[in-house]
């Protein structure tokens, strides 16, 4: 294995990542603080001259683990965690808490259907952005993280201020199998498991679902973050994914990121998933949840993040349900055919 840390150089780490995001990173304009980028996984370029603006960062980490090619890389403001061509993770060197991924926020949407949450597991854990801000924001949650690549905790420990103690435990696992062995009964389990730009598969089957679902509390729902579309030719993963998480839940809720309906159904972006028993709630009845929750939650947008609950038709008839005989993610998955806009 390879390891190359602290470059005294600056090194071009791909386009400039604070202007990744289009219009539906909505919230402040390029280079304020907090800018949020509406992707949480961006396929970087790989050679300086694939973007003429390209942005340099200094290279504090770069190392193989079985699994990854992992550089850790920051530009005087935020440090990120990039797999092979991949972004993972990303945090303020000024506020380890906060993360310059708008995703991040709206992974704390679960907490519209399951306020009082105590036990949550979190299956991926890339640089921790999420973990973290759950440990420090929700004092009465206990949380399980499960972690394939120990290279990878051992990064998230050392780089992005991840510290574990009796509220925050980590097990270098796969997540699926954590889940067949636990008799642990969850409130929340939030799905943010990227293999660089993949999802690996055995992680989106109906039967990982519905073994999901048996190790959730009665109320329980799951968060999902996936990376797509609701509409077009970038939708199939997430369309199919929708499906799947149908043959287990009764209510699924997708919070598109940075949602403009006039004009972004069709748009590549992370959605957040929520599946839930809880059937048919209206988007009246999210909203008036989000007023209840967002005094209890830390981001200033959460009510904003509630908004862009779409309510729309999902149309899944073309695409299949995901099952462990047949999972073809890397067919359907719309980032191999995506590169980042330019500005």
């Known amino acids: 294995m390879r390891r190359r840390e602290a470059s005294a150089s600056r090194t071009t780490f791909g386009p400039a990542a604070h202007r990744v995001g289009d219009g539906a990173a909505r919230n402040v304009a390029p280079g304020s603080r907090p800018l949020r980028l509406a992707w949480g996984l961006v396929v970087l370029a790989l050679a300086v001259g694939a973007n003429a603006r390209a942005a340099e960062y200094r290279v504090v980490l770069e190392t193989d683990s079985v699994y990854h090619h992992i550089i850790v890389a ?47 597991l979190m299956v991926g854990l890339g640089g921790g952005s999420v973990q973290k ?10 949380i399980d993280v ?26 270098v696992q796969d997540g699926r199998l954590f889940l067949r ?14 293999f660089a730009e993949s999802i690996p598969f055995h992680l ?40 799947t998480f149908a043959t287990a839940f009764g209510g ?41 929750v967002a005094r209890r939650v830390t981001f200033p947008e959460f009510r904003t993040y509630a908004g862009d609950y779409y309510d729309g038709a999902i149309q899944s008839a ?17 980032i191999r055919n995506w590169t980042p806009r330019k500005p």
């Open 74 to 120: 920051e530009d005087g403001v935020s440090r990120y965690l990039r797999f092979d061509r991949s972004l993972q993770s990303g945090m303020y060197l000024a506020d380890p808490f906060d993360s310059p991924f708008l995703y991040a926020g709206y992974m704390h949407l679960g907490l519209l259907f399951r306020p009082q949450a105590m036990r949550v």
């Open 133 to 142: 801000r759950f440990w420090r924001d929700y004092p009465q949650m206990t």
């Open 252 to 292: 699924l809720y997708p919070f598109p990121t940075g949602f403009q309906p006039s004009r972004d159904v069709d748009t590549l972006r992370n959605i957040i998933l929520v599946a839930s028993d809880q059937r048919g709630l209206t988007r009246w009845e999210i909203l008036s949840k989000a007023r209840q």
């Open 146 to 171: 499960a972690e394939l690549d120990p290279k990878v905790v051992e990064v998230a420990h050392r780089y992005f201020a991840v510290r574990e103690d009796p509220r925050l435990r980590i097990t």
């Open 318 to 334: 073309d695409v299949p349900v995901l099952t462990d005989d047949y999972a073809p993610v890397d067919t359907l998955l719309p």
């Open 181 to 194: 062995k636990t008799a642990q009964q969850y409130d929340m389990i939030l799905l943010d498991a990227y």
């Open 204 to 243: 989106t089957t109906s039967e990982f679902v519905h073994l999901a679902h048996t190790r959730l509390a009665p109320g329980g729902i799951i968060v999902s973050n996936l990376i797509g579309a609701l509409e077009g030719p970038q939708s199939a993963l997430f369309r199919a994914m929708y499906k």
